[in-house]
């Protein structure tokens, strides 16, 4: 450990002293391991005249300069990916309550599920006779979903949350449109997920910002000043919301959003909390969109792809994208596009098919009472880490029950000069992945943890543990924790220097400064 | 633990819960189902399909059913990769930051731009999020697109415009299915944000991007491609011919056809757009002891820090398809990508020359060609096409299942309307296809041709 950054070696944890970075010619970059002449590839066997290249593709046309590809051996290419995996932290590796993400357990039945060739080997634009198997599983995705929301028809095209919510509001739209109305404002908590007021603006709104109350829901006082102020296109809410808190008043704002002549969007961020407890539809929303990626354990894939369905009540379905899954008098299943009153299309195909194979084997393998468990299971232990760390951070809403999740704030550290960030990063330290930190906005210094369901007790001690260890150093050591991490392969990282000079791809030797 | 959490029962846990909406009865679901049955259960679904990839399939029109080496599935199935969040803590995540670095990298080299974002959902999205940028970097209202970029694409784009982002204007192909640039000329003017062709467009034709670029730019309109990854191999990049943005579908580089999804969108831009480009960006910094990292960068563009003024709502994006994308790449490396262009176009080629050679099939899509392209039939392309799926052929993408979004822009004359593509049949040939297949598939259509026995001429 260098000295310069005045670590206490007794107090270094467990195995920093047998920290051993990997040399950076390990972590060298797939161009950077290039060679002339090597290569992995195979071609079949060609079979039909070899036209010159010359005849074959016009000198115009013709690429003058081929890409710069690695040219490396399939063993090292193996080499390299393997190495950078284990410089990644998944699921997999440890608890990660990373929270409003839902990094629950990707069980690996879903993999399989989705390379069978009768699903992965599908062509988008085979005839509809050699697809019914495909369809039959949407079809049956689409109602359960339906079910699962209290709502009626479903579309599964969006690719992922923000998807879908743009979808929604597009359909918000066309719903006004069809009235002869065209309202611009959108109202939206001041906890809500930065996509919703970006998706906002996509959808041709303007978002109307509305408080929250001292207890973490909407402020109804204010919600009935920003409808007044009218023009109301609809509202997009999180419920549980992102401070893990159910909205007491959750029918009254829908009373008072519908009155204004707007309709409710349910952003299914936290729909982990409230399977088979309560719906959205019942709550009053009119559109919900669902995280396949959160919600129903297909995988994140560090950032995606993910699916992002979204659930609508029976009167806006004129107005779901194309095409629209039906089944005729005969059984069979085909895709209808002939809808007057649609918003068109959201995306090429049918949507990310392969991701919602994964999400129909999760709901197929727990049914409603393994869902409903799996909610009862995500509050409990959500719950549970609450209270371990009760005495240590500052619980804004600790008076409240907390759902899948639970806000903190790292004020209470303040004195020995320890930020949330500075938790964060000696979390890692101990093995486990950090909670979100600084969101929602309205909490100060926030950490925002969500365990999962999948997390057993021994795991929820072993987090709760490394929480009280860090706020022990933010006490004892602060330089410690403020320097962390130290055992992982890198240090804290320069992110000021990335943004102020940007080097956003390989810079080859032969380009000098500045890239290709 | 119900203890420490002072609760008596599970019930009390979700107290919060207004009585009126909280659910008494059990989800209307099937019941749960052991891994084994559920197994079972999702064979016997797949076993109702008849995939692409057991027949003989000449179906592309943006997804291709090229090899995927078994490289690619050994490294996307690691569990630190595939149960991975979005890298937000930088320090932990150096694999799939520094993957996503690697990805940049090669759409930049393919490409021939400076910039390349992490990935987007999919082409077709990537193309409306391309005008949106435009729209805000010109302030201008329209977006003239080619009718031959797919025609999907062109309906999200529409789609999403209804919102936000330029008007999309559509101007036709020309005999021979390159797009007709005196139309295109005619349609571009000072409320242009963007000019969007496809390379090699909808029918396989190929645009004069130059001549495109010239035009765009001389409006003061950014020039937007759409370009497939795999003819980059052997056609030169759009960077190097005057485009702005790239975007594109890399479904073919290495993922599974995966009935449309997913694949992974990408766009690359001039460096002069950097600031505007959508989605993650990872770069390149030190640590504090010197060491080389990646972390996510420019997130002022973003929505979690920008929110309603950020330059786009996208959040997750399609990381791990893009690391399959960086692994097929890196599989066939600097000689592989052009060995496999080539090899496409030499199928090609031959396909189309065998099905010129029978009697009635006459070209639509002119001039070279690089693995896909369109022939017209004597008999309506639909019913071809089943007419010769019980031979185990899928014959390609009868064009008449877009036909309302080519009416008017086509050649063949808007008094033939819809009709005027009823007899047009796209065929896409990868390097599985084998010449024996394409023969058997030539003299099957042949057949099927002569005997009269499908369709009305």
């Known amino acids: 450990m260098s000295d310069s950054t005045g670590l206490r070696p007794d107090l270094v944890s467990r195995d920093d002293a047998a920290v051993c970075r990997p040399p950076a010619a390990d972590r060298a970059t797939i161009y950077e391991r290039s060679r002339p002449g090597r290569g992995s590839w195979s071609l079949p066997e060609l079979g039909v005249p070899e036209v010159p290249v010359a005849e074959l593709i016009p000198e115009s046309l013709r690429r003058t300069r081929p890409a710069r590809l690695p040219e490396i051996s399939e063993v090292d290419l193996l080499r390299h990916f393997t190495g950078l995996s284990a410089l990644n932290y998944g699921v997999d590796s440890g608890s990660y309550p990373l929270g409003s993400c839902t990094m629950k357990y990707n069980p690996r039945v879903n993999e399989g599920a989705a390379r069978l060739e009768g699903f992965a080997g599908l062509h988008p634009y085979q005839p509809e006779s050699l697809v019914q198997g495909a369809l039959e599983l949407m079809h049956e995705l689409e109602r359960w979903l339906a079910e699962i929301s209290g709502l009626h028809a479903t579309t599964l095209q969006p690719a992922a949350g923000a998807h879908g919510e743009l979808t929604g509001l597009l359909i918000i739209r066309a719903a006004h449109q069809a009235e002869g109305r065209a309202p611009k404002r959108i109202i939206i908590p001041d906890t809500a997920h930065g996509t919703n007021p970006a998706s906002v603006v996509m959808g041709g709104f303007v978002p109307a910002p509305v408080r929250s109350d001292a207890r973490g829901g909407v402020d109804l006082d204010h919600l009935r000043e920003v409808v007044a102020g009218g023009d109301i296109a609809g509202l997009m809410l999180t419920n549980p919301n992102t401070l893990g808190l159910f909205d007491e008043h959750i029918t009254e704002i829908a009373r008072l959003v519908h009155e204004a002549g707007g309709l409710l969007y349910y952003d299914g961020a936290n729909a982990n909390a409230v399977l088979g407890i309560s719906r959205p539809g019942d709550m009053g929303f009119d559109i919900v969109h669902f995280n396949t990626h959160k919600t129903f354990s297909t995988p994140h894939g560090g950032g995606g792809p993910g699916a992002g369905p979204i659930v609508v009540r029976d009167a806006l379905v004129p107005f779901l994208p194309v095409p629209v899954l039906e089944q005729g008098e005969d059984g069979r299943f085909f895709f209808q596009y002939d809808r007057p009153h649609t918003i068109g299309k959201v995306r090429s195909f049918y949507g990310n098919f392969g991701v919602l194979v994964r999400a129909w084997t999760y709901i197929r393998s727990l049914g409603a009472e393994g869902l409903r468990q799996v909610s009862e299971t995500a509050v409990l232990n959500a719950n549970y880490v609450m209270e371990g760390v009760r005495d240590l951070l500052d619980l804004p809403y600790g008076d409240r029950r907390c759902m899948h999740e639970f806000v903190g704030s790292a004020t209470p550290l303040k004195k020995d000069g320890i930020r949330a960030l500075d938790v964060a990063k000696r979390l890692l330290d101990y093995g486990v992945h950090p909670p979100t930190t600084y969101f929602p906005l309205i909490v100060d210094e926030a950490l925002m943890v969500e365990p999962t369901e999948t997390e057993s007790k021994d795991a929820l001690d072993r987090l709760v543990d490394a929480f009280h260890r860090v706020a022990q150093e933010a006490r004892d050591a602060p330089d410690l924790v403020r320097s962390a991490p130290v055992t992982l392969p890198v240090r804290r990282l320069d992110e000021a220097r990335a943004a102020r000079h940007p080097v956003l791809r390989e810079q080859f030797p032969e380009d000098g400064e500045g890239g290709a | ?457």
């Not at chain 2, 435009?134 to 529409?158: D, I, M």
């Not at chain 2, 490396?333 to 031959?350: F, I, M, S, T």
């Open chain 2, 1 to 457: 633990m119900l203890a420490a959490v002072r609760a008596a029962s599970i019930g009390d846990l979700f107290a919060e819960i207004p009585e009126e909406v909280r659910r008494r009865e059990p989800l209307a679901l099937p019941a749960g189902l052991s891994e084994a049955e559920v197994v079972a259960e999702l064979r016997r679904l797949a076993g109702k399909d008849v995939p692409a990839t057991q027949l003989v399939s000449f179906l592309g029109a943006g997804v291709y059913d090229h090899y995927v080496p078994a490289a690619v599935d050994a490294v996307v199935s690691r569990g630190e990769f595939l149960t991975a969040y979005t890298p937000y803590q930088p320090e932990r995540s150096q694999g799939v930051l520094q993957t996503i670095f690697e990805f940049q990298t090669a759409v930049c080299e393919l490409t021939g731009m400076d910039v390349s974002n992490a990935s987007m959902y999919d082409g077709s999205t990537a193309l409306a999020e391309a005008s949106i940028l435009a729209g805000v970097q010109t302030r201008r209202g329209q977006v003239v697109l080619s009718a031959g970029v797919h025609p999907e694409y062109r309906q999200v784009l529409a789609t999403e415009s209804a919102g936000y982002g330029p008007r999309p204007r559509t101007v036709g192909v020309r005999t021979g299915a390159a797009t007709d640039l005196d139309a295109l000329a005619a349609a571009v003017g000072d409320d242009t944000a963007a000019v969007v062709v496809q390379q090699p467009n909808f029918f396989g034709a190929l645009e004069d991007l130059p001549a495109v670029a010239e035009l765009a730019h001389a409006a003061g309109a950014l020039f937007i491609v759409v370009a497939d990854p795999v003819s980059l191999g052997v056609l030169e990049a759009p960077g190097r011919l005057g485009a702005d943005i790239v975007v594109g579908e890399g479904q073919a580089l290495g993922n599974a056809m995966n009935f449309g999804g997913p694949g992974v969108g990408y766009m690359a831009v001039t460096t002069k757009l950097m600031r505007r480009i959508p989605g993650r960006l990872v770069g390149e910094t030190v640590d504090l002891e010197g060491r080389r990292g990646y972390v996510l960068t420019l997130q002022t563009r973003e929505q979690h820090i920008r929110r309603e003024k950020a330059t786009s709502n996208i959040c997750s994006n399609h990381a791990l398809n893009a690391l399959a994308t960086l692994v097929y790449l890196s599989w066939l490396g600097k000689d592989g990508l052009p060995q496999l262009g080539l090899h496409c176009a030499r199928k090609a080629a031959y396909l189309r020359e065998r099905l010129l050679a029978l009697p009635g099939v006459a070209a639509f899509t002119a001039g070279t060609v690089v693995r896909e392209f369109a022939v017209r039939l004597p008999r309506p392309a639909a019913d071809v096409v089943e007419a010769l799926v019980p031979q185990g052929y899928l014959a390609g993408v009868a064009v008449s299942r877009f036909a309302g979004l080519f009416a008017g822009l086509v050649p063949g004359g808007e008094d033939a309307g819809d009709a005027a593509l009823d007899d047009v049949l796209l065929l896409a040939v990868t390097e599985k296809r084998t010449r024996a297949e394409i023969d058997a598939f030539v003299a099957a259509l042949g057949d099927l041709l002569a005997s009269g026995e499908v369709g009305d001429e």
